[in-house]
């Protein structure tokens, strides 16, 4: 398994949280890509392109927010962002994990970590989101772009 995709529920939520809790992103760094996110007030949520671990973790773990599209990338703190737009570019840049999520409540995840992946898969199954597939190097769920704004 390479990944994961799933719905989630159309509406404001703290759904990053939900989907990466129990995981140590220490010395990681989370790069906002592609984002239409919005805060209760109907505001960008994220006012940055680039942050620490411990500044995502908090914007997330305690905000309220609406994901409408969203390309997240993680990459060790010492790691410079690639462009990757194929999972083959994925697979071989320094990135190490990709959100991706299309018109409002479709959601893509590839990661090279195994233990990441499984516990990403734990925590989607205990939120009930719905329609889970698991993204298998050889099968049609794999995104033909990875752009939030096209599959």
């Known amino acids: ?3 994961i995709r799933f719905k989630i529920k159309n509406e404001y939520d703290n759904i990053f949280y939900k989907i990466f809790k129990s995981i ?3 010395n990681y760094r989370w790069d906002i890509v592609e984002d239409e996110i919005y805060n209760l007030d109907g ?3 994220f006012d940055k392109e680039s942050y620490s671990n411990r500044e995502f973790k908090k914007l997330v773990e305690d905000g309220t927010y609406y994901p409408v599209f969203a390309n997240i990338q993680i990459y ?3 790691d410079e962002i690639e462009d990757i737009q194929t999972y083959e570019e994925f697979i071989s840049s320094k990135c190490q994990l990709i959100l991706l999520i299309t018109d409002n409540e479709f959601v893509d995840i590839y990661t090279k970590n195994e233990k990441w992946l499984n516990t990403i898969y734990q925590n989607v199954v205990d939120n009930k989101f719905e329609d889970i597939k698991c993204i ?3 099968n049609s769920y794999i995104r033909h772009r990875f752009s939030a704004y096209s599959d």
């Open 43 to 45: 505001k960008n949520y």
């Open 1 to 3: 398994m390479i990944g």
């Open 136 to 138: 298998e190097a050889d």
């Open 24 to 26: 140590n992103f220490e």
């Open 76 to 78: 060790r703190t010492q």
